[in-house]
């Protein structure tokens, strides 16, 4: 029982094509052999050893009851029913958001491939060559295109890239200068990010006409940055040099949001003196998506690059000497700098910055260029024709957007936004007296003329015909303000330009990457389990991609459904009472939930509240993101048993308890085991006058046995990219949603633009109001498919799965942490000092040798540098587990090799490994390592049918010398 | 200019998603470059010297102007148009077709991945043990249903496969018998098929009940074989084995027509006496498509082996021992044994019976039992809610399907049919007095009640709800028919059960195939040009795969739009009147052709005309596929130059003109060349009474330039699986479409089912009224993406790839043939003959060498034994093309070592290619070969950044000795 009641129809009636048969990996057979092993009868007495029963919620909280389950036809219909009721409007409404024209070679081959969605972000760079080359392409993309000298590979949106701009502005002025203007051209999201940032950092804000602000002596005294809007959010072409030069003189940054396909014909900000370049690369071939997921861009001049935030791939070279890419200038990144962090950001938008990337790719510069001219040539004919029908047009330079005084014609812009809707057509409504255009690359010359003729109409004005279509030029943009300098004239960006040549370059990428496809991935912390086929199917409908975020509302009823299921579920799952879907990584949940811990202390008169205790084994997001939120960090210790030492919290709770904010756990703990004191430690919090924050990412090991709200928590974040099935992309995108105790509600996010929640919310804490909301499409269809069992069911799968690994590997390595009935939670650490202290083999060694048994290796030295933190995670099966024990305990003997002095330390399997193909192929004469070739490549003999290949040899972890982005490839 | 008209938009306000840009592999400069090393100036000057003038067409005869362009966003709005102009109605109409539930795993990775659809037919085994595993799992998947000793690796469709299955009962009587009995309850399609075929082959049909006919002595004295449905078309499960023992008695074979899900449940026909079982795998998750590609099956019993048509996979082993997949028992095949061919089969339906072999693999036998279960409980359920409301189900026994008399309950048919179709419902119309109604996998009990309440609200009946739900069976079959043997016990259908392990073998068997996704495919004669993703795309638009063939048409219309847009681009393409898209490959295409002439001569009395000539170099398929038709084959020779022998050409037409039937030519012929008597070797033949038959095999070197037509043919077929785009599939599906000249119209297939053209028409050649409709899509989508302009400008692309990459290599190998300017038509022919004359090098020993720069080897042998017959197609770039022949000519170089002898005879580069990553890793003791690991492995510098790597070593390309087709694996 326990398991295979999930697995087995009920009746020969009952429907067959459940998802939970397909998604937990273990067979029934198999269930009974791993418990047998564990000396356990029945699954039920597995996990009450295993979960403290003090913290254990009723075996039908999360049931298909409360949750009923779908079969995969059912969701299919159900998704299907739910795209029918998003209305096909078009969207003009511009604002940062556009619709894409989504090449199908990059459509089908990237986004809903796999090959390319499963990997996860390329820390283990020998087996991720062909994502970090495209990573590498996004960049250079970036940087040519701004003309800036450095670019990072992602950001999670335009607004906060722009807060993050903001706050290198800050940092850059040593904290010391407090005021930032933004211009009023700048998005309203955008702006409503920065004022929710702002807050934490204590950066003062100053909106308005940037250059008037910096007439003011106050302003320009205290001013770190600036952030202008290129082109505007009115379609303004505007020439900051001026400024710049202006803000320079202030030794303040200029930060400059721009549009990567406009910037094919301006002149681009790195030209004109922007210090920092950010925006949003969706419009390359990245559908809309009510709001995301896109890659958003961060570049800056070179002398700010170790303050850059995010990731940043550089070239490296391999053991061989071999050209490689790698994640250059770690040692920026939360997991070392901890509260010193730049910046929060983790899981980033690599799915999507490769979309982009490919996009580039496939048009070539020249191909961009004719997009952008298209694009622009429509909007002359678009202004010229509004001018027959009588309208002015506001802004007198233009790239692709319009504002139109519909006042006098049409008499208001009522009468437009009806005679628009009235042709499916969304409008930007600005106010009473003006409506905004945008036109993007799907735009034809017949949409323009119905676009032409909604504003005809509205004013009475006759209709108008392709006789009235006025001549065009290439460029009707200042001429100080076009660009002169070449772009993109790197190989990579003007070889594929046919389909053919395209899709080979996608699978040669691909080739070189070690997915989910092709083995386990059993990184600790990261829950990469199955990322299945009907839950990605919905995700790619054209009903869901093409919907700008701010459509009306009665225009997007399928999300709203969508949405207001999985909030639902959500709650359900957490037992917490409100849910925001708006954070877009757990980073930003963690952000966001911290921000709504400080709006409740400050509704009840406690602003001053800013002590957060966080655990040393936290992860360096944590102390980061409390930072961000205005918190001071106060380490709290763990006890030898890998525990949280509650003597240490309870003094710090009490010393802190007149400014005692939060305190921040993870739970189970990021050691792998469940604590039994996790609500005394919650009520010392509680007793002290602190909010408790629950860390998620290891929410899969809670579902059905207990919940946040139940271990003590206040607030939570999930990572749908790990618990809830949303694929890491190889680095993002990720949903970090937070659910709260009902006292909090009222403080979840706003938007500026569509209202969410009331007036006691905190300002947006993302572009969109519902962050990436296409993609909770997945989450809302995993959790729908496996209803309230099969989620149960699931987690006590990968509970199972993880306590049987390390019984497996307990005689081989040293488990360094579990409960006192021997049990791990759904991770195990193992520590390998021994073999550093024996032998100075490290724990790189024995990942990099895992790559040549064609596994990922796992989580390394995190959360203990000389530890290794496994998570197999429910949809793996007895096989596969068992393959990666045995190639683990095999490997041990290989380092026991070393240890005995049989093979020498610095030239042996480990200390070598990986072996790529082109070392096998050395000339005898050069092949010098006391190992055969065999050993080096099939030290197992299922490596002979089926082995993942590393492309290159190991590729050094230090720091990068020069970091060399710019491949020129 | 030329070419690049295509490429370069009209205006700045042009659309710029083009297709041509991105079909067309060579850019601008590219075109350049390559008209300038072949001494052009422009791409029509080059044209005028490749094309015979007197048979050029206007240039704007295929033009945008005669078929307009759709950009690739434009063409998918028009699917979508299309997809719901097909109304959603659900089908229980069964005869053959079904519902399928496509595990969206396979749906996704297999039917939508290029990986897998874009491969060739595996002829080069060591780049093919992927789909050669998994086209054994489908052919022991067949033998392990049906309890067979062997079976083919799939076949066109259940009505040819035993039309087929006719053939060899005929043959195994050594053509001394006539008489084959047709049993009443075999499909209607299936004996439409039959009686096409009987004709060619003088075969007497005897239709009716099987028992009572083998009561008649002249019957049994004549008899070869006799064709029994086992479930049959009414749904009765009979006890056929006394009729086997009867039919063994009188000497001749018992074939039977199956349905594998049945056969779950059912006594498997191998173990009742059946000798040929053939059926339609499509509901193992292929979708019905409106009639197809679907994989059908055929297996015999081991004596019967040698003679069985279509393809074989067999297990063998490579030079190092290791066991290897290859294609068996090839010396059966046409291209052999020509007109003594038993039978003209050559491109099947590899992609459609892996999807089948995978479903089996996803939910193996424990999985298709359930399954099987469910549908007969379902079917239990139906029973007697019909007979609740007064109705009688004339099947006493069943699997899934019910024949109802509804004469009395609901006054007649028609009332049934009408109240069904009101709940948006099909069933089968028998006649007046009788409905069929046959359940499947994607129906659940919701369903069965609606069913139900459409039946009892035709008898004025009391509804009915889940209360009359009667108990249900296991089974219900009678006992003696039951299955009690086991099936699929073998490890592959039992391990991959979760989606994970699905994918990953999935996965993994791709890893092992070359497909176009890596490098050119160079297969003269196969055209292997990009099959796009915007083509592809609609294909799986659920509108178009949950359609029954044998659907109402007013339910299709958009199926009949695409249809009757295709027959007419066709119809202007080829020259001709009228088009039937029915055969579904080339070689059905060839058959049908063949015997629309025949029909005609019988139309004119002249039915006795039956000799047919055939060049000595036509493909296989034209003498297998006269014989078919019932001709006689008389060769034509070729002169020296490669063009056909005009004077014995003349001399055999008149010295069979009064039984001159056709001639069967290939234009471009098969050496490659446009010879510039193709009018007159025509007029030749028309003057003394023949038709001309072409084979279309060639026609993507003719269109725009010249066509069929306007060479004189009468009828052609063309291979949509070439020229138009289809996919190859790893060897099908494919579609043989003819077109033909206004006198031949009348003749074109009928469908016994479905009517379509007239009296005059022949019988049906396929299944399905359309063949294999669903992928029709693709070819529409193709040619109205190209529109005309970018058709004809394809043509000159490929005329100019094939041109240039003769230019190349003309100083290192002998071209065999070129016409009198020194230019080659889309392929070129090399003759090697002078290195295996020199150094014992045969064409073997270059074409694996290839594989081992990451290559695809041309076709090899055919159709002169010596030689290479090379064709790249317009979508290979230039730098492919270029890396292409510097691999060939260092190859030569390769060879010029042995040859001089610098390097031994049996032991160098080229006899012990290719190498795979297991001969590298060989111990340095027993690497014991005259040149590096490095020589072996990379002999071109890129191929250390982008190698595709064969899997095995050399297999043996003779016969297999014992063929052992079930591993077991
Ligand atoms: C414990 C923990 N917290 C927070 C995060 C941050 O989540 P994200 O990468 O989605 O920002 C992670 C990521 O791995 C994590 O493991
Ligand atoms: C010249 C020629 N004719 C006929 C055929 C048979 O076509 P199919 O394989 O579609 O039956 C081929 C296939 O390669 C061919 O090359
Ligand atoms: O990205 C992580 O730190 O897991």
Known sequence: RGLATAKAPSSLLASLDTFTDRHVGPEEREVRHMLSQLGYESVEAFVADTVPPSIRVAADDVSNASIPALTESELFNRARELARANKPVKSYIGMGYHNAVVPPVILRNIMESPAWYTPYTPYQPEIAQGRLESLVNFQTMIMSMTAMDIANSSLLDEATAAAEGMVLAFAHAAHKKRTFVVDAGVLPQTLA????????????????????????????????????????????????????????????????ATDLLALTMLKPPGEWGADVVVGNSARFGVPAGYGGPHGAFFACIDSLKRKMPGRLIGLSRDSQGKPAYRLALQTREQ???????????????????????????????????????????????LKALVEQSGYTVTNADFFDTLTIDVSGPAKGAAAVHAAALAAGINLRRIDDKRVGVTLDESVGIEEVLKLANVFASAASAPPLSPLHLPPVAASVVPEPLRRASAFLPHPVFNSHHSETEMLRYIYHLQSKDLGLVHAMIPLGSCTMKLNSTSSMIPLTFPEFGNVHPFAPTDQVQGYFEMIKELEADLCKITGFHACSLQPNSGAAGEYAGLSVIRAYHESRGEGHRDICLIPVSAHGTNPASAVMAGLKVVPVKSLLDGSLDLEDLKAKAVKHKDNLAAFMITYPSTFGVFEAGVQDACSIIHENGGQVYLDGANLNAQIGLTNPATCGGDVCHMNLHKTFAIPHGGGGPGVGPICVAEHLAPFLPSHPVVPVNGDQAINAVSAAQYGSASILLISWAYIKMLGGTGLSES??????????????LKDHYSLRYKNKNGRVAHELLIDLSEFDKAAGLKVTDFAKRLQDYGFHPPTCSWPISTCMLIEPTESESLEE????????????????????GRQPRDNNLLKNAPHPIAVLATADAEWNRPYSREAAAFPMPWLRERKFWPTVSRIDDGELGPCNAETGR
């Open 193 to 256: 990010v920065l004022r929710t940032r702002a807050k934490g950092f204590g950066i003062q804000l100053v909106v308005g006409d940037a250059s008037a602000a910096l007439r003011d002596d106050a302003v320009r005294a205290d001013l770190c940055g600036v952030l202008v809007q290129y082109p505007d959010v009115d379609g303004n072409v505007k020439d900051f040099g001026a400024l710049a030069q202006d803000v320079h003189a202030a030794k303040a940054l200029v930060v400059c």
């Open 335 to 381: 997991h070392i700098r901890r509260e010193k962090a730049t910046s929060n950001i983790c899981t980033s938008q690599a799915l999507l910055a490769n979309m982009a990337a490919m996009y580039a790719v496939y048009h070539g510069p020249a191909g961009l260029k004719r997009i952008a001219q298209k694009v622009h040539a429509l909007t002359q004919v």
């Open 795 to 808: 987690t006590k799968a990968a509970l199972l799965n993880a306590n049987y690994m390390a019984h497996r």
């Open 881 to 900: 587990i068992d393959r990666f024990c045995d190639a683990m305990i095999q490997i041990r003997a290989e380092a026991a090799d070393v240890v005995a």
